[in-house]
């Protein structure tokens, strides 16, 4: 069993761009706009809006979960590896964090293991992966999702079940790991206050979606004023 898939991580080997065309959805009497994205090597980008605003078809959509119009996003010219982590995860491994460990056969110093210490996760050593709390649950699943090889890294990040202080050290780790490993991070927030504390806006790109109005939610690198 792979790393990735002891959570449902799932790997794609489709053809994209760093550039995700403007697209939208009618979903029901809701429709979803969303405005072209850029993304640069070796940067973290935020998708940033409330929840139930589609942040999570957004990202579905750029890893080709969802469908636009009926039709997947293009993929221009270049193969790279999208690795996607859901919102909601459900761990497969039985046993503890160490006979997790054990099992992969990674080392102190290996990168996992590494940001399990960074983000506290070592005093869970002995609790079955499976009974872990939710936040444990999320941060470990970041944890494998970093450990996982591939170029994007888009993550659905459910905030309300991580700690403020326990996503900015997640979110540090994420974009030192983009910046020395020219990879490409996109990861969703509701806390435009904390990205502000960790983007480097040389590269990263904060996009916005927000209710523009009762039934239409508009995305883009602005904030977009209700009239």
């Given at each position: ?173 994420f974009k030192n790991f983009c910046d020395k490993n020219d990879k490409i991070g ?42």
């Amino acid at each position: 069993m792979e790393l990735g898939s002891i959570i449902g991580l799932e790997l794609f080997d489709e053809d994209v761009h760093y550039t995700f065309p403007t697209f939208y959805y009618s979903l029901g009497d809701k429709k979803f706009y969303f405005k072209s994205l850029s993304l640069e090597l070796g940067s973290l980008n935020f998708v940033i809006g409330e929840r139930k605003v589609g942040k999570t078809l957004f990202m579905r959509s750029l890893t080709g979960l969802e469908c636009p119009n009926e039709k997947p996003l293009e993929r221009n010219f270049l193969n790279y590896d999208i690795v996607y982590k859901p919102e909601f995860i459900e761990p497969k491994f039985n046993g503890s964090l160490n006979e997790l460990i054990i099992s992969k056969k990674l080392d102190e110093n290996s990168f996992f293991m590494k940001n399990i210490s960074k983000l506290d996760l070592l005093r869970f050593l002995d609790v079955s992966v499976k009974e872990l709390g939710e936040e444990q649950k999320q941060l470990l699943s970041f944890c494998i999702f970093l450990s996982t090889e591939g170029l994007i890294y888009v993550m659905d990040s459910p905030s309300y079940l991580i700690s403020e202080s326990k996503r900015g050290v997640m979110y540090g780790i994420f974009k030192n790991f983009c910046d020395k490993n020219d990879k490409i991070g996109l990861i969703t927030e509701d806390n435009e206050k904390l990205v502000n504390e960790v983007i480097d806006e040389r590269l990263g790109r904060k996009y916005f979606i927000k209710k523009f109005s009762e039934n239409e939610f508009y995305g883009g690198d602005m904030y977009i004023e209700n009239n």
